[in-house]
Antibody, heavy 114, light 110 residues
Framework: VQLVESGGGLVQPGGSLRLSCAASGVTVSSNYMTWVRQAPGRGLEWVSI???????YYADSVKGRFTISRHNSENTLFLQMNSLRVEDTAMYYC?????????WGPGTLVTVSA | QSVLTQPPSVSAAPGQTVTISCSGS????????VSWYQQLPGTAPKLLIY???QRPSGIPDRFSGSKSGTSATLGITGLQTGDEADYYC???????????FGGGTTLTVL
């Protein structure tokens, strides 16, 4: 199983980014897939999950601004991030699982700064 | 402030045993499975324990997990310098309909 995130970078407050997580060895559409972030020097923060059936859930801190989705034929998970804030600055990880996150990608860094 | 409470740090000598606690409530630990993760500096977290007390393939039996009521505990025996890392508990919160993590515990092997 391999998960590889991409799409991070520097963005101004109020801007948007779309993160991708390319999966191999695991079928994104058949699994719970989760996004977790970690601000510099801080702990892990759960961000969002998409169920195999398509249901989605979000942390209160990102609800209404972030959208999780997937592209089944490309076996890729996405996180669309709008109205970004300075406090969204973090390493963003995708992971397979629900409450047990067995496989993780190396992460992609998002920096929100003027 | 995290929904799950962990001690910020623990320490012990090589070869000794350490436990890390994770305290929650009935909406999370009390009614859902707990997982534990190890994060070495500069790397992604790694799953150590799932479903309260199960070890994924490749995780040595020096690592163990338990749950009682609204608290969970990670135990590490035969401490090695390579165990120095941050450890996080995680679970689902049925009231929040969201995943949650503890604030993390830094293990120092003296």
């Amino acid at each position: 199983v391999q998960l590889v995130e991409s799409g991070g970078g520097l963005v101004q407050p109020g801007g948007s980014l779309r993160l991708s997580c390319a999966a191999s060895g695991v079928t994104v559409s058949s699994n719970y897939m989760t996004w977790v972030r970690q601000a510099p020097g801080r702990g892990l923060e759960w961000v969002s999950i998409i169920y195999s059936g398509g249901s989605t859930y979000y942390a209160d801190s990102v609800k209404g601004r972030f959208t999780i989705s997937r592209h089944n034929s490309e076996n890729t998970l996405f996180l669309q991030m709008n109205s970004l804030r300075v406090e969204d600055t973090a390493m963003y990880y995708c992971a397979r699982g629900h409450s047990n996150l067995q496989y993780w990608g190396p992460g992609t860094l998002v920096t929100v700064s003027a | 402030q995290s929904v799950l409470t962990q001690p910020p740090s623990v320490s012990a000598a090589p070869g000794q045993t350490v436990t890390i606690s994770c305290s929650g409530s009935s909406s999370n630990i009390g009614n859902n499975y707990v997982s534990w993760y190890q994060q070495l500096p500069g790397t992604a977290p790694k799953l150590l324990i799932y479903d309260n007390n199960q070890r994924p393939s490749g995780i040595p039996d020096r690592f163990s997990g338990s749950k009682s009521g609204t608290s969970a505990t990670l135990g590490i025996t035969g401490l090695q310098t390579g165990d120095e890392a941050d450890y996080y508990c995680g679970t689902w919160d049925s009231s929040l309909s969201a995943g949650i993590f503890g604030g993390g515990t830094t293990l120092t092997v003296l």
